[in-house]
Structure formats: structure tokens, C-alpha cells
T-cell receptor, first 113, second 115 residues
Framework: QQQVKQSPQSLIVQKGGISIINCAYE??????FPWYQQFPGKGPALLIA?????SEKKEGRFTISFNKSAKQFSLHIMDSQPGDSATYFC????????????FGPGTRLSVLP | DGGITQSPKYLFRKEGQNVTLSCEQN?????MYWYRQDPGQGLRLIYY???????QKGDIAEGYSVSREKKESFPLTVTSAQKNPTAFYLC??????????????FGSGTRLTVV
């Protein structure tokens, strides 16, 4: 019940296209859902995050959509650029599980020029 | 600049040898974490520490040990009991109770290879 499922495992998008990565969870106690971006050989960096009291959050070209009833959330990257090529991790956390994030397995995004 | 420093960036270990990975943060964060990353397997929690002189096992603690003698430092020792230690190791930290705003701050990682 502590797992976060993420799909697809890998994604190839043309420059200017929309990249969509999906995550699903079971634990309804999760109350914070961040997305992390990781470039090769680097540590992950917080990209954008959402709480379940809103259905959408947008920051520049990145948008999180959240569906509380379906227990799903997704990351949309508009106008994808080659510089967006990285691995993306969704995560979730709940006070009931202490301060430890549960991470999805990651999606490797490649944006073709 | 505040951040997390992991060293070394690359580390080679011989069979049967213990090695220690360093993690130092100057963010005044209470909680620190060690994750292991293998290709296609995401991030797996090894150990974490919420306060000084206290730490807890994560999901894959066998073959690893940690200490938390100072707030700024959380070194990880990969012992000879860890049968498959080749991986990318990530250290992270966060303010206790403030994960909702900033999430984790990660270091740049240490790539450990058994030779």
C-alpha cells in the first residue's frame, strides 16, 4: 500500500511536443506529491509539487494534474525541449509514514531535437 | 551557498573491503537520508536519521551502517557484507516538518564500483 506506480518507464517525444508521465498510489493518507528531475550523474532536484486540495498546479511549462478520487497524478511538460531530457520521479509522503518519501521507479524522458 | 556535499564522486572498492561515503550539509536540516539507485529501480531507502544520535533502517539496510554524531554529517559505510554494492548512492536532507514546502535536497551522488 506504500507503493507509488509510475508509467511509462521510458518516453520519447519530439521537440515542441507534450510529455505526459503518470503516477498512481494506494495510500489515501498521502498528502504531498512532488516530482523530481534527475540528469545523468546528478542528484534529483525538486521540480514541482502538489497537495490533494487542488486539482492542478502549473509552473512555467510544467503542470501537475491531480485526481484524488482516482488516486492518480500526472506531470505534463508542454513544449518539450531537448534540455528536458532526464529521468523524472514522482513521489508521495504522509505524516503517517513519517518523513520518508515513497518514490516511483522513474521515467526516462528523451526529447528529440 | 547552502547545499549537500557528497564525496567522493567516484569510489572503487575491492572485494571484502569496507568503504565510507561522506555526506555533509550546511542547510541546518534535521533529517538526513541515504538512498541507493540502480538502473531501472528508482530510489531505495537505506538508512535515515531524524535527529542527531538517532537513525533508523530503511528498506535495504543489510550490509550498510551509518552514524549521526553531528547534525551536518551522515556518513554511510558499505561493509563487506553487502554482496552487490555497485550502485549510485544519494544522500538527501530536509527540515523536519517542512517537507511540504521544499521536499528533499539531494547531493550529487557517489558512484561506487566493486573491482
Amino acid at each position: 500500500q506504500q507503493q507509488v506506480k509510475q508509467s511509462p518507464q521510458s518516453l520519447i517525444v519530439q521537440k515542441g511536443g507534450i510529455s505526459i508521465i503518470n503516477c498512481a498510489y494506494e495510500n489515501t493518507a498521502f498528502d504531498y506529491f512532488p516530482w523530481y528531475q534527475q540528469f545523468p550523474g546528478k542528484g534529483p532536484a525538486l521540480l514541482i509539487a502538489i497537495r490533494p486540495d487542488v486539482s492542478e498546479k502549473k509552473e512555467g511549462r510544467f503542470t501537475i494534474s491531480f485526481n484524488k478520487s482516482a488516486k492518480q497524478f500526472s506531470l505534463h511538460i508542454m513544449d518539450s525541449q531537448p534540455g528536458d531530457s532526464a529521468t523524472y520521479f514522482c513521489a508521495a509522503i504522509s505524516d503517517n509514514y513519517g518523513q520518508n518519501f515513497v518514490f516511483g521507479p522513474g521515467t526516462r524522458l528523451s526529447v528529440l531535437p | 551557498d547552502g547545499g549537500i556535499t557528497q564525496s567522493p564522486k567516484y569510489l572503487f572498492r575491492k572485494e571484502g573491503q569496507n568503504v565510507t561515503l561522506s555526506c555533509e550539509q550546511n542547510l541546518n536540516h534535521d533529517a538526513m537520508y541515504w538512498y541507493r539507485q540502480d538502473p531501472g529501480q528508482g530510489l531505495r531507502l537505506i538508512y535515515y536519521s531524524q535527529i542527531v544520535n538517532d537513525f533508523q533502517k530503511g528498506d535495504i539496510a543489510e550490509g550498510y551502517s551509518v552514524s549521526r554524531e553531528k547534525k551536518e554529517s551522515f556518513p554511510l559505510t558499505v561493509t563487506s557484507a553487502q554482496k552487490n554494492p555497485t550502485a549510485f548512492y544519494l544522500c538527501a536532507s530536509t527540515s523536519r516538518g517542512a517537507y511540504g514546502e521544499n521536499g528533499y535536497t539531494f547531493g550529487s551522488g557517489t558512484r561506487l564500483t566493486v573491482v
